[in-house]
């Protein structure tokens, strides 16, 4: 059966693909294989033999190629799970056609609205078909937007041998929402020669870099004694880490104060008690460089802490996240130039534009697949006002298929 974009998002939303931070099993939660099996159904009814879903739940699949030159063979990526976030279990989406540009009261929480006010983007969608949740959950546009675009592709390259391209590899990831989503990968298998995710927001954005990330873990040690005769002896790890916090600077690198590309440190965990107290933090920049100086600051500033609080001592460890894709793209320009003109041959002009975050193609870029991210219209992300318009979706499908073509002329 052939399904709208819009159709397929609507589907796909209602199948529970929350990822668990707290697992170490991929997928993290094993429900994501739900979609990743019914994807794999859709692709083989379209007549693409080749698709399956491996033991961790990614999805892969061949559009193959209608030409008879060889040309470098393109991969199109989302991801399967929802951010824990907010719920994303019994999704009723709602699809409000030819929206008017009035407040969206969600039926099932009337406390969340969705307003042109509080989500300026919307002023620019009157007239859409604007698809919500009902106010109990996430919608999951992010990433099932991306999914049924990629979908939809599949499905329109099938039924139009007209339109002319290479191979095209398909893939859908688990985790991605809890920094996992290429940790099983297998890049032999995928067998392409650059990618584009669908993962991004606002209709025309093309994003070619992102933060570099680092995560930073500081552990203050006190010293315990009994309350009651603790004069001289006691040193609460506890008040050390608050020093520390409190010390970290206000007015700029924390997130609340931050844009465009201004990089940050945020604390995002405080856990512990008198003896041991731990603070953990992400650590953000589009210079790689500049992350050794915001830890470096980081250091000097527990070792004042300490330094106040005789006695006590602390532990700092830093692990790599992952990194700015724009090092990997930069050398490879071609990628973002077809993705350019592909915009421009839909009727777009392209908004270059960098994420404050990361994504899948972020890593894969490191992973020897330089890999950009196109919109697919998911707006208010992991909240309970997601929403995405349905002519987005089917503009990025548009996208989707001028690389193809492009790609099939080089």
């Not at 470098?72 to 009723?92: E, L, M, N, Q, R």
């Not at 020669?193 to 606002?202: A, C, K, N, R, S």
């Not at 700015?324 to 421009?344: C, F, R, S, T, W």
Request: proline share 4%; net charge negative.
């Amino acid at each position: 059966m052939n399904y709208t974009v819009a159709e397929r998002l609507m589907r796909y939303v209602q199948i529970d693909t929350e990822a668990d931070p707290e697992s170490n099993s991929t997928p993290s939660s094993l429900k994501q294989k739900n979609l990743s099996t019914l994807l794999v159904e859709e692709l083989k009814a379209m007549g693409i033999n080749d698709a399956e879903m491996d033991e961790f739940g990614y999805v892969y699949a061949t559009v193959k190629s209608n030409i008879d030159n060889k040309v470098p063979t393109v991969c199109f990526c989302s991801h399967i799970d929802t951010a824990p976030d907010c719920s994303g279990k019994d999704v009723k989406p709602i699809l409000h056609k030819n929206w008017d540009g009035s407040d969206l009261v969600l039926p099932d929480d009337n406390t969340q609205v969705l307003s042109k006010t509080n989500h300026p983007y919307l002023n620019e969608r009157i007239g859409d078909d604007i698809i919500t949740a009902s106010g109990k959950t996430l919608l999951g546009a992010d990433d099932k937007a991306g999914i049924a675009i990629i979908m939809n592709l599949a499905q329109v390259l099938q039924e139009n041998p007209e339109i002319k391209h290479g191979d095209i590899r398909i893939l859908f990831t688990p985790d991605e929402e809890i920094g996992r989503g290429v940790d099983k990968v297998d890049m032999k298998k995928l067998n392409a020669d650059f990618g584009y995710t669908l993962d991004g927001g606002e209709r025309g954005h093309l994003e070619g870099e992102n933060f570099s990330a680092d995560s930073c873990t500081i552990i203050f040690n006190g010293i315990s004694a009994h309350p009651g005769y603790a004069k001289g002896k006691m040193v609460n790890s506890q008040k050390v880490a608050a020093y520390f916090i409190n010390s970290l600077p206000s007015n700029k690198l924390a997130p609340e104060v931050t844009d465009g590309y201004e990089g940050f440190v945020h604390p995002v965990a405080v856990s512990g008690g008198l003896e041991q107290t731990k603070v953990q933090f992400i650590i953000r920049d589009f210079v790689t460089a500049k992350l050794a100086e915001h830890e470096n600051m980081l250091h000097e500033l527990a070792q004042k802490a300490v330094d106040v609080f005789p006695g006590a001592r602390f532990e700092f460890a830093v692990k790599e996240q992952y990194r700015n894709m724009k090092e990997i793209l930069d050398g490879q320009p071609h990628v973002m130039l077809i993705a350019e003109q592909a915009y421009k041959n839909a009727g777009l002009n392209p908004n270059i534009t960098n994420i404050r975050g990361g994504t899948d193609g972020s890593r894969l870029s490191f992973m020897g697949l330089p890999c950009p991210n196109i919109f697919t219209g998911e707006m208010a992300i992991h909240s309970k006002l997601e929403y995405v318009s349905v002519q987005d979706m089917q503009k990025a499908v548009d996208v989707c298929i001028e690389i193809s073509k492009i790609i099939s002329t080089h």
